[in-house]
Antibody, heavy 113, light 107 residues
Framework: QVQLQESGPGLVKPSETLSLTCTVS????????WSWIRQPPGKGLEWIGY???????NYNPSLKSRVTISVDTSKNQFSLKLSSVTAADTAVYYC???????WGQGTLVTVSS | DIQMTQSPSSLSASVGDSVTITCRAS??????LSWYHHKPGQAPKLLIY???SLQSGVPSRFSGSGSGTDFTLTISSLQAEDFATYYC?????????FGQGTKVDIK
């Protein structure tokens, strides 16, 4: 049973960098593309980007200038960094392999001073 | 970006009802369409992939159809655990995009 768990600060100040990590357990980390997806309060889902175990990435052009996704295969982890955050980046952030149907429970990140 | 439009945005139904949700893509996405079930505080759950393939472990009352630009999700006999928000997602072209969601609640 593959499980994903997001971790990181729940509160980030405006203009700072949001950092989250997703730990994958119970399955083959090298078999899937791993994505970050977010859902602002009261809104729909937005795909942020994905990474493969090789380090190959693809980002949503709407966020590309501020996003970095990285991978640590030794720990079966991948991470998200979103820079220069504003209140509009307040959302529940999910890590997932959408093709396999594996999702984390999500973590709420609030951007506020 | 490919725009995904779901209809209706919300609907009210009773246990045992048959429910159909539609999803329209702004351009052809072949059959690269998935459906998710989402409850607050929980992870979205993949129901259908490839427009019509049932994800392992998902009850057979869920079915999907369509190709190109028009897709449907049908729940043949709504159960209490099915009251949730449903999303479609295309994975034909980057950036992957989702519909705005259809909330199914109890009549």
């Amino acid at each position: 049973q593959v499980q994903l768990q997001e971790s990181g600060p729940g509160l980030v100040k405006p203009s700072e960098t949001l950092s989250l990590t997703c730990t994958v357990s119970g399955g083959s980390f090298r078999s899937y593309y791993w994505s970050w997806i977010r859902q602002p309060p009261g809104k729909g889902l937005e795909w942020i980007g994905y990474i493969y175990y090789s380090g190959s990435t693809n980002y949503n052009p709407s966020l590309k200038s501020r996003v970095t996704i990285s991978v640590d295969t030794s720990k079966n982890q991948f991470s998200l960094k979103l820079s220069s955050v504003t209140a509009a980046d307040t959302a529940v952030y999910y890590c997932a392999s959408t093709s396999a149907g594996y999702w984390g429970q999500g973590t709420l990140v609030t951007v506020s001073s | 970006d490919i725009q995904m439009t779901q209809s209706p945005s919300s609907l009210s139904a009773s246990v045992g009802d048959s429910v159909t949700i539609t999803c329209r893509a702004s351009q052809s996405i072949r059959n690269y369409l998935s459906w998710y079930h989402h409850k607050p505080g929980q992870a979205p759950k993949l129901l259908i992939y490839g427009a019509s393939s049932l994800q392992s472990g998902v009850p057979s009352r869920f079915s999907g159809s369509g190709s190109g630009t028009d897709f449907t999700l049908t729940i043949s006999s709504l159960q209490a655990e099915d009251f949730a928000t449903y999303y479609c997602q295309q994975s034909d072209s980057l950036p992957w995009t989702f519909g705005q969601g259809t909330k199914v609640d109890i009549k």
